[in-house]
């Protein structure tokens, strides 16, 4: 009697997984801005990192800000993973969760004595007062912005990325058919590197801001991401430094 071989359809997805990981890094490679761009994302991960493992918190609202770190750093790693082995449309998912962390610590970080607030809220002040439309509405109104940029952007990796949507189909064709499972295509990369390193390099920043009394390792830490930021952001927006010396720390 024949013995069938079964086949591990996960292990071989895996491997295609890792496959298209090595053809993202080479497409990365082989362009200046995208290494660019990496390396930014990198570093602005490693400022988490720093606030999180090697920063000991000196409050309960500090440690509320570290376990928001963590979720910043877990979506970013997740995006990253996600986009790197072909799954563009859940990379961009992710980025609309982080997308939507990211707004809340900078409105706590800016506002902490919101902090204990949040931390204890119910569930119906969870979806309206500390919502993620009031979050945005707040931070638009600290920072006189009428054009509702944040609504927009978080609007539309929505329709594309997170709701399941027609307009959505088209994260998933690749050469006019659609794709199952993760699949290689350079323009949507492109578009979702373009989309995380604006995010995630900003959100390493603003998250950095939230911590004032930092001995000297992890402000030289925090310095030299600002410097590498401020140089990025000049080569790519062109302008003067996002950040600025205030009182001995880093700031926006």
Known sequence: MAILKVTDNLETL???EERLRGEHQKFVASRDDLRDHIHIIREAM?????????????????????????????????????AYSGYYQSAFSSLRDFLETFFLVDYLGSSPDQITGWKNASQQELKGRYGPNAIRNALDSRDGFKEGKRKEIYDLISHYATHAT???FRMTVNEMLGEIGPFYRELNFEAWMGEAVKMICNAGAVFSASFKDVDERTLTTKAIYLQQLNVWKKKYFGGPDVWKETDGQKGP
């Open 14 to 16: 895996h491997r295609e």
């Open 46 to 82: 490693n400022m988490i990192w720093a606030l999180l493992h090697e920063y000991q918190h000196k409050s309960d609202d500090e440690l509320t800000m570290q376990f928001l770190g963590i979720r910043l750093f877990n979506t970013a790693a997740a995006s990253i993973k996600l």
């Open 166 to 168: 027609p307009s959505g």
